[in-house]
């Protein structure tokens, strides 16, 4: 039951993370004003770390086919 419940709030997690990265491009995409798109590039670039961080301590989600 933890390790399902670890496994839940991973996943949603993980799903606020590309919904807000999503957001961030859009918005860095769009602004024009320098301080805000600066401000959207730190956060972005925070998510980015955050996300390969994740994906370097994570077992794959599928095990390996046997050979």
């Not at 600066?38 to 770390?49: D, E, F």
């Not at 794959?60 to 050979?67: I, K, L």
């Amino acid at each position: 039951m933890i390790d399902d419940t670890r496994e839940g709030d991973r996943i949603v997690e993980d799903l606020i993370r590309d919904e807000n990265m999503k957001l961030y491009r859009r918005l860095l995409s769009e602004s024009t004003d320098e301080e805000q798109r600066r401000v959207l590039l730190v956060l972005l670039r925070l998510l980015v770390a955050e996300q390969n961080e994740d994906c370097r301590s994570s077992p794959p989600a599928f095990p390996s086919a046997p050979h």
